[in-house]
Protein backbone atom coordinates (compact mmCIF):
# COMPACT_ATOMS: atom_id res chain seq x y z
CA UNK A 1 0.00 0.00 0.00
CA UNK A 2 1.30 3.25 -0.91
CA UNK A 3 1.88 5.83 2.34
CA UNK A 4 0.31 9.19 2.39
CA UNK A 5 2.73 11.90 0.84
CA UNK A 6 0.25 14.21 3.13
CA UNK A 7 1.18 12.24 6.59
CA UNK A 8 4.67 12.07 5.66
CA UNK A 9 5.26 15.38 5.36
CA UNK A 10 3.71 16.07 8.70
CA UNK A 11 5.89 13.68 10.16
CA UNK A 12 8.89 15.46 8.66
CA UNK A 13 9.29 18.42 10.95
CA UNK A 14 9.31 16.20 14.17
CA UNK A 15 13.28 14.77 13.25
CA UNK A 16 14.39 18.07 12.81
CA UNK A 17 16.39 18.60 15.82
CA UNK A 18 18.00 15.22 15.75
CA UNK A 19 18.77 15.79 12.13
CA UNK A 20 20.08 19.69 12.65
CA UNK A 21 22.00 18.38 15.82
CA UNK A 22 23.94 16.20 13.78
CA UNK A 23 24.09 18.15 11.05
CA UNK A 24 26.27 20.67 13.45
CA UNK A 25 28.02 17.98 14.53
CA UNK A 26 29.50 17.07 11.60
CA UNK A 27 30.15 20.49 10.79
CA UNK A 28 32.55 21.45 13.97
CA UNK A 29 34.45 17.89 13.13
CA UNK A 30 33.76 15.20 16.01
CA UNK A 31 31.74 15.20 19.06
CA UNK A 32 34.35 15.33 21.40
CA UNK A 33 34.61 19.15 19.70
CA UNK A 34 31.25 20.03 20.99
CA UNK A 35 31.68 18.41 24.25
CA UNK A 36 34.66 18.98 27.10
CA UNK A 37 37.86 18.60 26.19
CA UNK A 38 38.67 14.50 25.42
CA UNK A 39 35.16 14.03 26.89
CA UNK A 40 37.39 14.04 30.50
CA UNK A 41 35.17 13.72 34.17
CA UNK A 42 37.57 16.41 35.27
CA UNK A 43 36.33 19.06 32.24
CA UNK A 44 32.82 17.36 33.05
CA UNK A 45 32.67 18.72 36.42
CA UNK A 46 34.04 22.30 35.77
CA UNK A 47 31.39 22.79 33.48
CA UNK A 48 28.95 21.30 36.00
CA UNK A 49 30.81 23.60 38.43
CA UNK A 50 30.42 26.60 36.28
CA UNK A 51 26.82 26.33 35.68
CA UNK A 52 25.70 25.86 38.94
CA UNK A 53 27.34 29.02 40.12
CA UNK A 54 26.04 31.18 37.25
CA UNK A 55 22.13 30.17 38.03
CA UNK A 56 22.16 30.19 41.50
CA UNK A 57 24.13 33.95 41.03
CA UNK A 58 21.00 34.84 38.70
CA UNK A 59 18.56 33.20 40.99
CA UNK A 60 19.69 35.10 43.74
CA UNK A 61 19.51 38.32 42.12
CA UNK A 62 16.15 38.09 39.85
CA UNK A 63 13.78 35.37 41.70
CA UNK A 64 10.45 36.93 42.34
CA UNK A 65 9.35 36.94 45.94
CA UNK A 66 6.70 34.53 46.72
CA UNK A 67 5.02 33.25 49.82
CA UNK A 68 5.81 29.91 49.65
CA UNK A 69 9.66 30.93 49.05
CA UNK A 70 9.51 33.13 52.55
CA UNK A 71 8.32 30.11 54.02
CA UNK A 72 10.95 27.60 52.82
CA UNK A 73 13.72 29.50 53.95
CA UNK A 74 16.22 28.14 56.11
CA UNK A 75 16.09 30.74 58.86
CA UNK A 76 13.07 32.13 57.93
CA UNK A 77 11.35 31.21 61.39
CA UNK A 78 9.67 28.05 60.80
CA UNK A 79 11.48 24.42 61.58
CA UNK A 80 12.10 22.05 59.01
CA UNK A 81 8.46 20.55 58.89
CA UNK A 82 6.88 23.93 58.53
CA UNK A 83 8.67 24.44 55.57
CA UNK A 84 8.29 20.83 54.08
CA UNK A 85 4.32 21.54 54.62
CA UNK A 86 4.31 25.16 52.99
CA UNK A 87 6.47 23.75 49.80
CA UNK A 88 4.60 21.13 49.63
CA UNK A 89 1.13 22.78 49.46
CA UNK A 90 2.49 25.05 47.04
CA UNK A 91 4.15 22.43 44.80
CA UNK A 92 0.96 20.51 44.50
CA UNK A 93 -1.36 24.06 43.64
CA UNK A 94 1.15 25.00 41.11
CA UNK A 95 0.73 21.65 39.19
CA UNK A 96 -1.07 22.97 35.71
CA UNK A 97 -2.03 26.23 37.91
CA UNK A 98 -0.09 29.69 36.99
CA UNK A 99 1.85 31.52 39.81
CA UNK A 100 -0.04 34.75 40.39
CA UNK A 101 -3.58 32.51 40.68
CA UNK A 102 -1.77 30.03 43.07
CA UNK A 103 -0.55 32.74 45.51
CA UNK A 104 -3.87 33.99 46.28
CA UNK A 105 -5.82 30.49 47.46
CA UNK A 106 -2.04 29.41 49.14
CA UNK A 107 -2.57 32.22 51.72
CA UNK A 108 -5.93 31.76 52.35
CA UNK A 109 -5.32 27.86 52.58
CA UNK A 110 -2.15 28.59 55.11
CA UNK A 111 -4.23 31.11 57.22
CA UNK A 112 -6.92 28.50 57.48
CA UNK A 113 -4.38 25.23 58.12
CA UNK A 114 -1.08 26.57 58.91
CA UNK A 115 0.12 23.19 59.49
CA UNK A 116 -0.07 19.34 58.61
CA UNK A 117 -1.68 18.71 62.02
CA UNK A 118 -4.54 21.59 61.30
CA UNK A 119 -4.90 19.65 57.69
CA UNK A 120 -5.19 16.44 58.92
CA UNK A 121 -7.89 18.01 61.15
CA UNK A 122 -10.05 18.91 58.03
CA UNK A 123 -13.16 17.50 56.26
CA UNK A 124 -12.56 16.74 52.82
CA UNK A 125 -16.14 18.88 52.39
CA UNK A 126 -13.79 21.75 53.71
CA UNK A 127 -11.11 21.14 51.86
CA UNK A 128 -13.13 21.02 48.95
CA UNK A 129 -14.03 24.42 49.28
CA UNK A 130 -11.33 25.76 49.69
CA UNK A 131 -10.15 24.66 46.20
CA UNK A 132 -12.97 25.79 44.04
CA UNK A 133 -11.97 26.77 41.18
CA UNK A 134 -8.25 25.58 41.04
CA UNK A 135 -9.17 22.68 39.52
CA UNK A 136 -7.62 18.87 38.86
CA UNK A 137 -9.41 18.45 42.70
CA UNK A 138 -7.73 15.10 43.57
CA UNK A 139 -5.10 17.00 43.82
CA UNK A 140 -6.79 18.50 47.32
CA UNK A 141 -8.17 14.90 48.06
CA UNK A 142 -4.32 13.55 48.02
CA UNK A 143 -3.37 16.62 50.14
CA UNK A 144 -5.93 15.81 52.99
CA UNK A 145 -5.57 11.97 52.83
CA UNK A 146 -1.48 12.28 53.09
CA UNK A 147 -1.72 15.09 55.75
CA UNK A 148 -4.10 12.07 57.84
CA UNK A 149 -0.70 9.77 56.98
CA UNK A 150 1.48 11.86 57.77
CA UNK A 151 -0.14 12.90 61.31
CA UNK A 152 -0.74 8.97 61.73
CA UNK A 153 2.72 7.93 61.46
CA UNK A 154 4.25 10.73 63.73
CA UNK A 155 6.34 12.88 61.61
CA UNK A 156 7.18 14.17 58.33
CA UNK A 157 9.50 12.09 55.85
CA UNK A 158 12.20 13.61 55.52
CA UNK A 159 14.14 11.66 52.27
CA UNK A 160 12.73 11.89 48.76
CA UNK A 161 12.56 8.18 49.14
CA UNK A 162 10.04 8.36 51.89
CA UNK A 163 8.12 11.34 50.96
CA UNK A 164 7.22 9.05 47.58
CA UNK A 165 5.61 6.62 49.94
CA UNK A 166 2.74 9.41 51.41
CA UNK A 167 -0.14 9.15 49.44
CA UNK A 168 -0.31 11.83 46.58
CA UNK A 169 3.29 12.26 46.29
CA UNK A 170 5.41 11.50 43.29
CA UNK A 171 8.79 11.89 42.42
CA UNK A 172 8.34 15.89 41.35
CA UNK A 173 6.81 16.66 44.82
CA UNK A 174 8.94 14.89 47.04
CA UNK A 175 12.47 16.03 45.13
CA UNK A 176 11.12 19.54 45.85
CA UNK A 177 9.92 18.95 49.52
CA UNK A 178 13.33 17.40 50.31
CA UNK A 179 15.58 19.41 48.39
CA UNK A 180 14.25 22.64 49.50
CA UNK A 181 13.23 21.72 53.24
CA UNK A 182 15.44 19.20 54.29
CA UNK A 183 18.65 19.66 52.01
CA UNK A 184 19.00 16.55 50.03
CA UNK A 185 20.60 16.37 47.22
CA UNK A 186 17.98 15.06 44.53
CA UNK A 187 16.73 17.03 41.45
CA UNK A 188 13.08 17.85 40.68
CA UNK A 189 12.22 17.99 37.01
CA UNK A 190 8.82 19.42 36.32
CA UNK A 191 8.23 20.49 32.21
CA UNK A 192 10.43 23.76 32.87
CA UNK A 193 13.47 21.57 34.25
CA UNK A 194 12.96 19.75 31.00
CA UNK A 195 12.82 22.24 28.55
CA UNK A 196 16.07 23.65 30.17
CA UNK A 197 18.31 20.50 30.06
CA UNK A 198 16.78 19.92 26.46
CA UNK A 199 18.10 23.14 25.07
CA UNK A 200 21.44 23.13 27.70
CA UNK A 201 22.32 19.70 26.23
CA UNK A 202 20.54 19.98 22.96
CA UNK A 203 18.11 16.66 23.52
CA UNK A 204 15.28 16.84 20.78
CA UNK A 205 13.29 13.85 22.23
CA UNK A 206 10.56 15.00 24.45
CA UNK A 207 10.13 12.76 27.58
CA UNK A 208 6.38 12.83 27.16
CA UNK A 209 6.97 10.67 23.66
CA UNK A 210 7.37 6.79 24.09
CA UNK A 211 9.71 7.27 20.78
CA UNK A 212 13.33 5.66 21.90
CA UNK A 213 16.63 6.56 20.77
CA UNK A 214 18.79 4.50 18.82
CA UNK A 215 21.90 2.79 20.00
CA UNK A 216 24.02 5.25 17.00
CA UNK A 217 21.87 8.83 18.59
CA UNK A 218 23.41 7.63 22.23
CA UNK A 219 27.09 8.18 20.97
CA UNK A 220 25.89 10.99 19.30
CA UNK A 221 24.80 12.99 22.22
CA UNK A 222 26.63 10.58 25.22
CA UNK A 223 29.26 13.40 25.91
CA UNK A 224 27.10 17.01 24.72
CA UNK A 225 28.12 19.90 26.87
CA UNK A 226 30.75 17.96 29.10
CA UNK A 227 28.49 15.66 31.34
CA UNK A 228 28.26 11.95 30.83
CA UNK A 229 24.35 11.47 30.13
CA UNK A 230 22.80 8.62 31.52
CA UNK A 231 20.99 5.72 29.22
CA UNK A 232 18.75 3.14 30.41
CA UNK A 233 17.84 -0.20 28.37
CA UNK A 234 13.89 -1.02 28.29
CA UNK A 235 13.62 -2.74 25.49
CA UNK A 236 16.89 -4.32 24.64
CA UNK A 237 20.85 -3.97 23.73
CA UNK A 238 19.87 -1.66 20.67
CA UNK A 239 16.87 0.48 22.13
CA UNK A 240 17.78 3.47 23.98
CA UNK A 241 15.72 6.18 26.16
CA UNK A 242 16.98 9.27 28.47
CA UNK A 243 16.54 9.99 31.61
CA UNK A 244 16.03 13.47 32.38
CA UNK A 245 16.00 12.97 36.18
CA UNK A 246 19.63 11.54 36.24
CA UNK A 247 21.01 13.85 33.62
CA UNK A 248 19.32 16.67 35.96
CA UNK A 249 20.42 15.08 39.40
CA UNK A 250 24.27 15.21 37.80
CA UNK A 251 23.95 18.74 37.60
CA UNK A 252 22.42 19.59 41.42
CA UNK A 253 24.36 21.93 43.51
CA UNK A 254 25.32 19.13 46.56
CA UNK A 255 26.08 22.52 48.74
CA UNK A 256 22.27 23.88 47.91
CA UNK A 257 20.12 22.00 46.34
CA UNK A 258 16.91 23.30 47.09
CA UNK A 259 18.50 26.83 45.49
CA UNK A 260 19.43 25.33 42.64
CA UNK A 261 15.98 23.20 41.88
CA UNK A 262 14.56 26.73 42.39
CA UNK A 263 16.53 28.20 39.85
CA UNK A 264 15.95 25.55 37.77
CA UNK A 265 12.65 25.57 37.70
CA UNK A 266 12.92 29.83 37.66
CA UNK A 267 15.12 29.73 34.76
CA UNK A 268 12.70 27.45 32.46
CA UNK A 269 9.31 29.38 33.71
CA UNK A 270 10.73 32.91 32.69
CA UNK A 271 13.46 33.39 30.48
CA UNK A 272 13.52 30.17 28.65
CA UNK A 273 10.36 30.10 27.69
CA UNK A 274 8.58 27.44 25.43
CA UNK A 275 7.98 29.93 22.26
CA UNK A 276 10.21 33.50 22.86
CA UNK A 277 13.27 32.53 25.52
CA UNK A 278 15.32 34.92 26.29
CA UNK A 279 18.45 33.65 25.19
CA UNK A 280 20.47 37.14 25.56
CA UNK A 281 19.83 37.26 29.30
CA UNK A 282 20.51 33.82 30.38
CA UNK A 283 22.81 33.48 33.05
CA UNK A 284 24.00 29.99 31.23
CA UNK A 285 23.40 30.42 27.92
CA UNK A 286 27.78 30.42 27.25
CA UNK A 287 26.96 26.50 28.10
CA UNK A 288 23.99 26.38 26.33
CA UNK A 289 24.26 23.86 23.08
CA UNK A 290 20.83 24.31 21.30
CA UNK A 291 21.99 28.05 21.02
CA UNK A 292 24.97 26.52 19.65
CA UNK A 293 23.60 24.96 17.41
CA UNK A 294 21.32 27.38 16.11
CA UNK A 295 24.01 29.49 15.45
CA UNK A 296 25.92 26.79 13.49
CA UNK A 297 22.81 26.15 11.53
CA UNK A 298 20.05 28.21 10.08
CA UNK A 299 17.49 25.47 10.24
CA UNK A 300 17.97 25.01 13.78
CA UNK A 301 16.37 27.14 16.53
CA UNK A 302 16.52 26.95 20.32
CA UNK A 303 12.80 26.27 20.74
CA UNK A 304 13.16 23.07 18.63
CA UNK A 305 14.19 21.86 21.82
CA UNK A 306 12.41 20.45 23.17
CA UNK A 307 10.23 18.47 20.20
CA UNK A 308 6.65 19.82 21.31
CA UNK A 309 4.41 16.47 21.25
CA UNK A 310 0.80 17.32 19.76
CA UNK A 311 -1.61 16.97 22.61
CA UNK A 312 -4.65 14.15 22.30
CA UNK A 313 -7.53 15.53 20.97
CA UNK A 314 -9.86 15.24 23.87
CA UNK A 315 -13.02 13.17 24.12
CA UNK A 316 -16.38 14.85 23.27
CA UNK A 317 -18.98 14.39 26.26
CA UNK A 318 -22.51 15.87 26.91
CA UNK A 319 -24.59 16.00 29.45
CA UNK A 320 -27.87 17.10 30.82
CA UNK A 321 -27.58 19.59 33.70
CA UNK A 322 -30.70 20.40 35.93
CA UNK A 323 -30.84 22.92 37.94
CA UNK A 324 -33.59 21.59 40.40
CA UNK A 325 -35.51 24.58 42.96
CA UNK A 326 -38.10 23.87 45.37
CA UNK A 327 -40.08 27.23 45.41
CA UNK A 328 -42.70 27.90 47.94
CA UNK A 329 -45.47 29.54 45.73
CA UNK A 330 -47.19 29.16 42.80
CA UNK A 331 -46.77 32.28 41.43
CA UNK A 332 -44.00 32.35 38.54
CA UNK A 333 -43.20 35.98 39.09
CA UNK A 334 -42.01 34.80 42.97
CA UNK A 335 -40.50 31.44 41.62
CA UNK A 336 -38.49 33.68 39.12
CA UNK A 337 -37.08 35.72 42.16
CA UNK A 338 -34.17 35.16 44.61
CA UNK A 339 -33.54 34.89 48.25
CA UNK A 340 -33.06 31.96 51.32
CA UNK A 341 -36.89 30.58 50.65
CA UNK A 342 -36.11 29.13 47.41
CA UNK A 343 -34.18 25.65 47.74
CA UNK A 344 -31.58 24.03 45.70
CA UNK A 345 -30.96 20.51 45.10
CA UNK A 346 -27.56 19.07 44.68
CA UNK A 347 -26.21 15.79 44.18
CA UNK A 348 -22.88 14.30 45.14
CA UNK A 349 -20.81 12.58 42.46
CA UNK A 350 -19.16 9.01 43.62
CA UNK A 351 -16.19 9.00 45.43
CA UNK A 352 -14.10 7.92 42.37
CA UNK A 353 -13.88 9.23 38.67
CA UNK A 354 -13.94 12.83 37.34
CA UNK A 355 -14.77 15.54 40.11
CA UNK A 356 -14.63 12.89 43.07
CA UNK A 357 -16.55 13.63 45.74
CA UNK A 358 -18.05 16.84 44.53
CA UNK A 359 -21.36 18.50 44.61
CA UNK A 360 -23.20 19.32 41.50
CA UNK A 361 -26.75 19.98 40.13
CA UNK A 362 -28.66 17.09 38.73
CA UNK A 363 -26.54 15.85 35.44
CA UNK A 364 -26.29 12.89 33.37
CA UNK A 365 -24.66 11.89 30.35
CA UNK A 366 -26.24 11.93 26.75
CA UNK A 367 -25.21 10.82 23.89
CA UNK A 368 -24.51 12.90 20.95
CA UNK A 369 -27.37 11.89 18.63
CA UNK A 370 -30.22 12.71 21.58
CA UNK A 371 -29.03 16.20 22.73
CA UNK A 372 -32.22 17.56 21.86
CA UNK A 373 -34.64 18.67 24.31
CA UNK A 374 -36.86 15.55 24.06
CA UNK A 375 -34.36 13.08 25.21
CA UNK A 376 -32.59 14.76 27.51
CA UNK A 377 -35.90 15.54 29.72
CA UNK A 378 -36.86 11.68 29.41
CA UNK A 379 -33.31 11.05 30.43
CA UNK A 380 -33.58 13.15 33.58
CA UNK A 381 -36.60 12.21 34.45
CA UNK A 382 -35.18 8.77 34.42
CA UNK A 383 -32.07 10.01 36.36
CA UNK A 384 -34.30 11.66 38.95
CA UNK A 385 -36.90 8.89 39.77
CA UNK A 386 -34.77 5.51 39.21
CA UNK A 387 -31.22 6.50 40.54
CA UNK A 388 -32.05 9.14 43.12
CA UNK A 389 -35.72 8.18 43.44
CA UNK A 390 -37.05 11.17 43.30
CA UNK A 391 -40.87 10.98 41.73
CA UNK A 392 -41.34 14.88 40.26
CA UNK A 393 -45.21 14.45 39.42
CA UNK A 394 -46.30 12.37 42.41
CA UNK A 395 -44.58 14.55 44.93
CA UNK A 396 -44.44 18.03 43.79
CA UNK A 397 -45.88 20.38 40.70
CA UNK A 398 -43.93 21.91 37.99
CA UNK A 399 -44.22 25.71 37.84
CA UNK A 400 -42.08 26.04 35.17
CA UNK A 401 -39.23 23.83 33.64
CA UNK A 402 -37.07 25.68 30.48
CA UNK A 403 -33.84 25.31 28.63
CA UNK A 404 -31.43 28.30 29.80
CA UNK A 405 -28.79 27.65 27.07
CA UNK A 406 -25.31 25.76 27.03
CA UNK A 407 -21.91 25.92 28.46
CA UNK A 408 -18.81 24.18 27.31
CA UNK A 409 -16.33 22.77 30.03
CA UNK A 410 -12.61 21.89 29.02
CA UNK A 411 -10.97 19.29 31.29
CA UNK A 412 -7.58 17.77 30.78
CA UNK A 413 -8.94 15.10 28.31
CA UNK A 414 -13.26 15.77 27.73
CA UNK A 415 -14.39 18.79 26.59
CA UNK A 416 -17.88 18.34 28.20
CA UNK A 417 -21.11 20.57 26.72
CA UNK A 418 -23.42 21.06 29.08
CA UNK A 419 -27.07 21.56 28.46
CA UNK A 420 -28.70 23.42 31.03
CA UNK A 421 -32.45 23.43 32.44
CA UNK A 422 -34.42 24.91 35.28
CA UNK A 423 -36.78 23.02 36.83
CA UNK A 424 -38.82 24.62 39.94
CA UNK A 425 -41.26 22.77 41.71
CA UNK A 426 -44.00 23.30 44.25
CA UNK A 427 -43.78 20.43 46.59
CA UNK A 428 -46.63 18.66 47.82
CA UNK A 429 -45.14 17.46 50.80
CA UNK A 430 -42.42 18.79 53.26
CA UNK A 431 -38.97 18.99 51.56
CA UNK A 432 -37.14 15.47 53.23
CA UNK A 433 -40.58 13.54 51.68
CA UNK A 434 -39.23 14.79 48.11
CA UNK A 435 -37.25 11.37 48.45
CA UNK A 436 -38.40 7.94 48.65
CA UNK A 437 -37.61 6.73 52.47
CA UNK A 438 -34.26 5.18 52.09
CA UNK A 439 -32.45 7.02 49.94
CA UNK A 440 -29.07 7.68 51.25
CA UNK A 441 -29.19 11.69 52.13
CA UNK A 442 -25.41 12.18 52.69
CA UNK A 443 -25.52 12.49 48.49
CA UNK A 444 -28.23 14.52 48.31
CA UNK A 445 -28.68 18.68 50.01
CA UNK A 446 -31.27 20.72 49.47
CA UNK A 447 -29.57 24.26 50.38
CA UNK A 448 -30.54 27.93 50.23
CA UNK A 449 -29.45 30.36 47.59
CA UNK A 450 -27.31 32.05 50.09
CA UNK A 451 -25.55 28.70 50.99
CA UNK A 452 -25.24 28.24 46.90
CA UNK A 453 -23.19 31.44 46.76
CA UNK A 454 -20.56 30.93 49.76
CA UNK A 455 -20.17 26.62 48.51
CA UNK A 456 -16.98 25.46 47.09
CA UNK A 457 -18.49 24.60 43.64
CA UNK A 458 -16.45 23.63 41.10
CA UNK A 459 -15.71 26.40 38.05
CA UNK A 460 -18.20 24.59 36.11
CA UNK A 461 -20.86 24.39 37.98
CA UNK A 462 -20.43 27.71 39.58
CA UNK A 463 -21.01 28.66 35.06
CA UNK A 464 -24.12 26.86 35.44
CA UNK A 465 -25.59 28.27 38.12
CA UNK A 466 -24.72 31.62 36.90
CA UNK A 467 -26.52 30.89 33.87
CA UNK A 468 -29.31 30.20 35.56
CA UNK A 469 -29.55 33.43 37.64
CA UNK A 470 -28.80 35.66 34.64
CA UNK A 471 -32.03 33.74 33.21
CA UNK A 472 -34.02 34.50 35.88
CA UNK A 473 -32.91 37.84 36.23
CA UNK A 474 -34.22 38.63 32.93
CA UNK A 475 -37.67 36.75 32.88
CA UNK A 476 -37.55 38.76 36.29
CA UNK A 477 -37.12 42.29 34.53
CA UNK A 478 -39.58 40.90 31.70
CA UNK A 479 -42.46 39.94 34.03
CA UNK A 480 -42.45 42.82 35.55
CA UNK A 481 -43.53 44.58 32.33
CA UNK A 482 -46.32 41.98 31.95
CA UNK A 483 -49.72 43.70 32.98
CA UNK A 484 -50.34 41.80 36.58
CA UNK A 485 -53.56 39.22 34.99
CA UNK A 486 -51.08 37.64 32.67
CA UNK A 487 -47.89 37.81 35.22
CA UNK A 488 -50.16 35.74 37.76
CA UNK A 489 -51.11 32.88 35.16
CA UNK A 490 -49.51 29.64 35.52
CA UNK A 491 -47.32 28.60 32.99
CA UNK A 492 -48.93 25.33 31.34
Not at 62 to 83: C, F, I, Q, T, Y
Not at 123 to 140: F, K, S
Not at 226 to 241: A, C, D, N, R, V
Not at 419 to 439: P, R, S, T, W, Y
Amino acid sequence: MAKNPKAANNRRPTRKPRAAAAAAIALSGDIEDLAAPSGSIKAAGAAAKAVRAELLRWYEANRRDLPWRRAGERGGGGGEEERAYAVWVSEVMLQQTRVPVVVDYYSRWMARWPSVHALAAATQEEVNEMWAGLGYYRRARFLLEGAKQIVEKGEFPHTASALREVRGIGDYTAGAIASIAFNEVVPVVDGNVVRVISRLYAIPDNPKESSTFSHTAMFELEAVGGFILIWKLPHGPEQFFLDYREITGQLVDPSRPGDFNQAMMELGATLCSKTKPSCSQCPVSSHCQALALSSQNASVKVTDYPRVVPKAKPRCDFAAVCVVQIAQDFDQGIAYATGNDNLFLLIKRPEKGLLAGLWEFPSVLVNEGKTDGLNRRKEMDKYLKQLLRIDVKRRSSVILREDVGQHVHIFSHIRLTMFVELMILNLKDAVDKLCDEGQDSTKLRFIDEKAVESMGLTSGIRKVYNMVKDFKEKRLTEQSQVPTRKRSRRLK
